[in-house]
Structure formats: C-alpha cells, structure tokens
Nanobody, 124 residues
C-alpha cells in the first residue's frame, strides 16, 4: 500500500506563500489519482485540489482556485501544493490523499491512503 508523508507547513502572514510536499512510497506513483484535503479545528475535512496520475488534469475547490496549484513529479514520487495569496481561512491541517479510485476524485471516500497531515497557519 502507498505510504504518504506531508511536509512544508508552517506559519505565514496573510498574503504570503507556502509550498507543501507529499512524499509517496510503496506503489508506482503515476498510476493513481492524488489530492489535497484540509481540516480546520472543529470542522469536517474538505477537498482542496486533485490531480490525475499523469498530472495532465487538475481540479480545485472554488475557495482556492486561482491561488493554489497542485502538481506532481512522478520521478521523485512527490505531490506538491503551491499556495499563494494565503488567507486566514486557509488555516488548517493539510492532508495528502492517494490511491484514488477514479481518474479524478474529490471525495474523501474515494481515496485509500492518507498522510498524517501538516499544519498551515495564516495570521492577519
């Protein structure tokens, strides 16, 4: 089974940028869809962005579209999330999801593997 480890979180002021990484192992990286989800304190986990196995297609939640960019480097077995123009409402634990059931997937139930999360805090 695929194993996922997130990194790159931290504290940043509103308007700043962060780049999250998710290192994968245990499976051929390019063969499955992947995604980023996030969960703020007291809230349910929500979809952020998804990408197909080849990296040719992406999908974003409306709240982050135009500010975030999801990408993957299949040779390095790594998924990325570039976050620009960060807002306080982006504050959450960000999770990497793998083993997508479909070519593209945005639902939590459609992913079979999860990382432990990395904290992103955006201050005003």
């Amino acid at each position: 089974q695929v194993q996922l480890v997130e990194s790159g979180g931290g504290l940043v002021q509103a308007g700043g940028s962060l780049r999250l990484s998710c290192a994968a192992s245990g499976v051929t990286f390019s063969n499955f869809a992947m995604a980023w989800f996030r969960q703020a304190p007291g809230k349910e986990r929500e979809f952020v962005a998804a990408i197909t196995g080849s990296g040719g297609n992406t999908y974003y939640a409306s709240s982050v579209k135009g500010r975030f960019t999801i990408s993957r480097d299949n040779h390095l077995n790594t998924l990325y999330l570039q976050m620009n123009s960060l807002k306080p409402e982006d504050t959450a634990v960000y999770y990497c999801a793998g083993d997508g059931k479909f070519l593209i997937a945005t639902m939590e139930e459609d992913f079979g593997s999860w990382g432990q999360g990395t904290q992103v805090t955006v201050s005003s």
